[in-house]
């Protein structure tokens, strides 16, 4: 079983509040990802992090910035929350080789009123 | 462009029969990794298999087999003897550059539906 943890599970909340939504992960992975996903449709890229210190941005230009002071945390934090913001936010981790897969967190599931 | 191409957006397939979910990709890197995950109604996504370029044989995992046809560029997800457990999003993702690549791309996926 793979050990990656996101909380809160679900966040309805109000907008122009700042939200940080919280990945850990207790299997020492050097790759974490963050992915935005609306209901039913794919996954988008939106943070990544090589290790600690490291981020970087992806596919899909996002609004939130993400932190990587540890090699096991990797929070997101949206500053500003509007309701485009609405989706769901998995974060994933995986090791270093390539050819082993993410392994995800069951998700955040936000709603920006 | 698209890389990855799932063109069944939803499939329907009776209890303990076999159900092929289609995947084409587009990739000019000769060392690539293609994957395929499952994501139940829960939310959460759950690794299924995994197949490298460079594998001379298709992968297995139980129930799960991958018909990896390189010149075609294909990956289909093969499920034998599906189980009303089964019914899902299914997604297949790509990796480029190598191993150590980085970014992971994901088709549109394809709901599953399993009939009793």
């Known amino acids: 079983e793979a050990d990656i943890y996101q909380t809160p599970r679900y966040l309805v909340i109000g907008t122009g509040k700042k939200i940080t939504l919280e990945c850990s992960q207790t299997m020492g992975h050097d790759k974490m990802y963050w992915y935005q996903q609306d209901p039913g449709m794919e996954l988008h890229l939106i943070h990544y992090s090589y290790g600690v210190n490291s981020t970087e941005k992806g596919d899909l230009s996002s609004e939130s910035t993400v932190s990587r002071i540890r090699t096991e945390h990797f929070p997101l934090t949206l500053e500003s929350a509007r309701p485009s913001h609405t989706s769901q936010y998995l974060c994933?981790?995986?090791?270093?080789?390539?050819?082993?897969?993410?392994?995800f967190g069951d998700g955040t599931r936000l709603s920006i009123l | 462009a698209q890389k990855i191409t799932q063109t069944q957006p939803g499939m329907f397939v009776q209890e303990k029969e076999a159900v092929t979910l289609d995947c084409t990709y587009d990739t000019s890197d000769p060392s690539y990794g293609l994957f395929w995950y499952k994501q139940p109604s829960s939310g959460e996504m759950i690794f299924l298999i995994y197949?490298?370029?460079?594998?001379?044989q298709n992968a297995t995992e139980g129930r799960y087999s991958l018909n990896f046809q390189k010149a075609r560029k294909s990956a289909n997800l093969v499920i034998s003897a599906s189980q009303l457990g089964d019914s899902a999003m299914y997604f297949c993702?790509?990796?480029?550059?190598?191993?150590?690549?980085?970014?992971?791309?994901f088709g549109a996926g394809t709901r599953l539906f399993v009939k009793a």
């Open positions: 197949q490298g370029s460079y594998d001379q």
């Open positions: 993702a790509m990796r480029e550059g190598g191993t150590g690549g980085f970014k992971t791309i």
């Open positions: 994933a981790s995986s090791e270093f080789l390539g050819d082993q897969p993410q392994h």
